[in-house]
Structures are given as C-alpha cells and as structure tokens.
C-alpha cells in the first residue's frame, strides 16, 4: 500500500526556535508537497519538490529520494507559524493526484 | 485571480437530502478534484477530472457524484445524504501537461457539512 508517514503528530514549540517536520513515504515519487493548513481551514501550497532542496523566506524543504524522506524546517519559529502543515505525493504511477499525509500540527508560542 | 472558489462555506443537511457543492476555477487549470477531510485523517480523494467531460472515482467515491462540463467548473453532488458524509470538503486545481510539467495546486476555502 502506498503511505505518507509525518512526525511528529503535534508540535509545541517558543517563538525563535528552530523546528523540523518529517515526511517518509514508501515508494517512487514524481513529486513531493508541502502544504500549510491554517487555523481557518484554508489550504495554501508550500512547496513542491522532486529533488535537492527549496527555500522560500523562512521555509525550508529537502528531499532525499533514496532515502524517502523529506522535511520542512521553519527558522526563527514565530507564533503566526501555527498552522497544521501537510505532506503530499504524486506516485510516479497516479498521475496528478495527490496522496496526503495525516498533517503535523505546530504552535508557536510567544 | 479569484482561484478555487468553492460554495457555499457551510451547511447543515437532513439525512436523505441531496446537495450540491459547487467548485469553479479562473486559472485555465486541466485538472480538478474533490477531497474530504476528516478529523485527524488525511485529505482522501472522492473524485477528480482530467479536463471537461472526463471524471474518474478516487478512494473515496460512493455516495457522491460529479459533473465536468466546462473546464471551470467542477460540482459535487451528495444523493441521500448520511452521518457519514459528515465532513469538510475541498475543491483543487492543478495544471498538468506534456512529460513532468505540473503546476498550481490550488485547494478552494472548505466546505463545513454536517449531516443529522
């Protein structure tokens, strides 16, 4: 069975830390997503990565394919980081769609 | 760019009603799906559309139907609603073309159902 494994479920963390999101999925991939669910419910794409690694602001994303695993690292935690983030794939066999993992959920305290 | 829009935010449903959520996107984007999202679950796949007049079932299908007709536009219908319909519900779009081109996942705002 295809899966997407995040850790950890939830996540507490102090405002300026430096946090880390894992994602390990079980076999070939086209791509990899990162996704950031906010406390309202909207759904906003993060990331979407197939090799090496990505930076946007604050956000960082690596993969290592011959491992299966990804993460998401967030530098210099702020308390509007809270969020549920996401991992999502596309099998090399399903096309466009996308197999979701379960969400981490993050706070950030001041 | 309006994006996903996804309508109507919220609604409460009798068991046995039927529904319709309604999902159109402005990006020109060939791609659309529907998900739902249970507490503590993942986003599940119910149906999704390669381009107008071509839908196919995902994980999660029954009890749920939908229609592409026009590229923008992508409703899902609830027949004979029940309890475990109970869920939220995303639309999303996505450009795919020749070879690896992908792009613009977007996912519309949720739709809140509950069913008593």
């Known amino acids: 069975k295809n899966e997407v494994e995040q850790s950890p479920q939830n996540l507490t963390a102090q405002e300026g830390e430096f946090i880390t999101i894992n994602c390990s999925y079980s076999v070939g991939i086209s791509a990899l997503h990162w996704l950031q669910q906010h406390p309202g419910g909207g759904i906003v794409s993060l990331f979407m990565?197939?090799?090496g690694k990505k930076k946007h602001g604050r956000l960082i994303a690596t993969i290592n394919i011959q491992e299966k695993h990804s993460s998401l690292h967030i530098t210099a935690s702020h308390p509007r980081d809270s969020a549920v983030y996401i991992c999502?794939?596309?099998?090399?066999?399903?096309?466009?769609?996308?197999?979701f993992g379960e969400g981490t959920q993050l706070t950030v305290n001041p | 760019n309006a994006g996903v829009t996804q309508t109507p935010k919220f609604r409460i449903l009798k068991i046995g009603q039927s529904m319709t959520l309604q999902c159109t996107q402005d990006?020109?984007?060939?791609?659309m799906y529907w998900y739902r999202q249970d507490p503590g679950m993942g986003l599940k796949l119910i149906y999704y559309s390669v381009g107008a007049g071509i839908t196919d079932k995902g994980e999660v299908p029954n009890g749920y139907n939908v229609s592409r007709s026009t590229t923008e536009d992508f409703p899902l219908r609830l027949e004979l609603a029940a309890p475990s319909q109970t869920s939220v519900y995303f639309c999303?779009?996505?450009?795919?073309?020749?070879?690896?081109?992908?792009?613009?996942?977007?996912f519309g705002s949720g739709t809140r159902l509950t069913v008593v």
């Open positions: 999303a779009s996505s450009y795919s073309g020749a070879g690896p081109l992908f792009y613009g996942y977007t």
């Open positions: 990006m020109n984007h060939n791609y």
């Open positions: 990565l197939s090799s």
């Open positions: 999502a794939v596309r099998w090399e066999t399903s096309g466009s769609r996308l197999t």
